[in-house]
């Protein structure tokens, strides 16, 4: 293979710092790749499925970033209001939600 020569010390560095063969780690760098093209494929034409065969809905994304917002700034306005009973819902018996949480949920549903 014909690499850049900053990419062909970058392997000849690597491989010195390993104890690989060159070949080794190139091998084992488009074997990963490949694998993670082909998931990502997978997932796409999933969700292509998904969208065709009516299962979700397609959301505007500007819709969703603003939907996003809005929740942001409700759970910024939750963590700021004193602490309330605990209703075993979350963290200050509010029911917290963070960022990931809610980006996984919307991510899961769609």
Known sequence: MHF???TETRLNELASTSSRPTDDLVEDAM???LAEVAEMRQTLDGRYDDIKSGRVKPIDGEEFFESL???EEQYGAERRAP???DDNSG???RGSVDKV???GVYL???
């Open 108 to 110: 899961l549903t769609y």
């Open 4 to 6: 850049k020569p900053e």
């Open 69 to 71: 917002r809005r929740a």
């Open 31 to 33: 074997a990963g790749y």
């Open 83 to 85: 602490p309330i009973a």
């Open 101 to 103: 949480q809610l980006l």
């Open 91 to 93: 963290v200050g018996g």
